[in-house]
């Protein structure tokens, strides 16, 4: 077993003080995981939300989704294609309203916010 910490979940917002009804915003939120989970970065087998690039997901009252997610490093190739394939892929789960995608550096990424899924799929052990 690895002494490495475990991956990072991000934040998900709110927590309980929603106009939304719980299992509304349980099933949009589980919906919008899935949806990420559907985004690559193309040249890493791994999907965004287990690489840990997405830091924050805030599903507001009015279903506006707000996502902060970073990028492996600011010279990524990808940088152009990978927010707007977070918009679309976000803006497609039933229920949602408008999406915004912020691209942060802080914290920095690092393979530490990897899942073990992550992990395994990049041979990384």
């Given amino acids: 077993m690895s002494d490495e910490p475990k991956a990072k979940a991000p934040d998900l917002v709110p927590s309980g003080t929603s106009a939304l009804p719980q ?3 349980t ?3 589980d ?3 899935a949806a990420l989970k559907t985004v690559f970065d193309p ?3 791994a999907d965004i939300y287990e690489m840990g690039l997405i ?3 805030d599903l507001a009252d009015d279903r506006t989704v707000t996502v902060d997610m970073t990028l492996t490093t600011p010279n ?9 394939s977070v918009e679309n892929a976000v803006s497609s789960v039933p229920g949602v309203g ?7 550096w802080d914290p920095p990424w690092d393979p530490s916010r ?7 799929t990049l041979n990384m052990w």
Avoid: G
Avoid at 76 to 84: N, R
Avoid at 98 to 104: G, L, T, Y
């Fill in 23 to 25: 299992d509304e915003q």
């Fill in 55 to 57: 830091y924050k997901i």
């Fill in 76 to 84: 990524c190739p990808a940088a152009q294609e990978l927010p707007k």
């Fill in 31 to 33: 919906n919008i995981v």
């Fill in 27 to 29: 099933r949009l939120t």
């Fill in 114 to 120: 990897m899942t073990d899924e992550a992990r395994l």
């Fill in 98 to 104: 408008e999406v915004k995608v912020n691209i942060v």
């Fill in 43 to 45: 040249e890493i087998p």
